[in-house]
């Protein structure tokens, strides 16, 4: 004698769990952090607490600030922008350069609480809080969202990196601050931070 097999109830398939992204947005940034400190950043989903800058730090971006838009508003080019501002590069990443220039075309990017998107020129001045991760990442970003020229000063070698976006790539010089250097992005602006710290 043949006995027929209960018929099984079907099991619903479990669902496809996704992972969350745990990483914090400009959203959560700016509802977490002060709202009168230029102390913070938001580097990949993650608030990263600044320290002070020194005098000397304080000296070069100040004098490079005066100097670029004293340049910018005699020809007409744009505008400069000196830290605090929040500078928004995706939802995840928001940095403070030091000094940033936007130029006339691209005016519409500045909002009313933070840049909208790439400056055409920023400016980073190294701290002693400064970590490598850090640097390296600001200089990727920089260079993914179409920051066409980046200075990186180290005060304490006395050194500027000077990084041009060319095809989408950065290629850099290195000079000393004994050296005049030239803008590509602000055409006919020189500048030798000798000037500054001498």
């Not at 970590?131 to 050194?159: A, D």
Request: proline share 7%; net charge positive.
């Amino acid at each position: 004698m043949t006995v027929a097999a209960a018929a099984l109830p079907k099991v619903p398939k479990p669902k496809e769990i996704k992972p969350k992204d745990k990483r914090l947005t400009y959203r959560d940034y700016a509802r977490l952090t002060p709202p009168d400190s230029g102390n913070y950043e938001l580097h990949n989903g993650q608030i990263i607490h600044m320290p002070s800058p020194t005098p000397k730090h304080q000296r070069i971006a100040l004098w490079l600030t005066r100097k670029m838009a004293d340049f910018a508003e005699t020809n007409n080019l744009g505008e400069v922008f000196i830290a605090p501002l929040d500078t928004l590069f995706d939802r995840f990443n928001t940095f403070q350069p030091d000094v940033l220039f936007i130029s006339k075309e691209r005016l519409g990017i500045i909002g009313k609480k933070k840049v909208e998107a790439a400056p055409d020129l920023v400016v980073e001045v190294l701290s002693g809080g400064n970590s490598r991760k850090e640097m390296l990442h600001k200089r990727h970003t920089y260079e993914v969202f179409g920051v066409k020229e980046y200075w990186l000063i180290n005060p304490e070698k006395e050194t500027v990196t000077l990084y041009i976006l060319i095809d989408g790539e950065f290629e850099q010089q290195k000079f000393s601050f004994d050296d005049e250097i030239a803008s590509a992005v602000m055409p006919g602006f020189k500048a030798c931070l000798r000037n500054v710290v001498s």
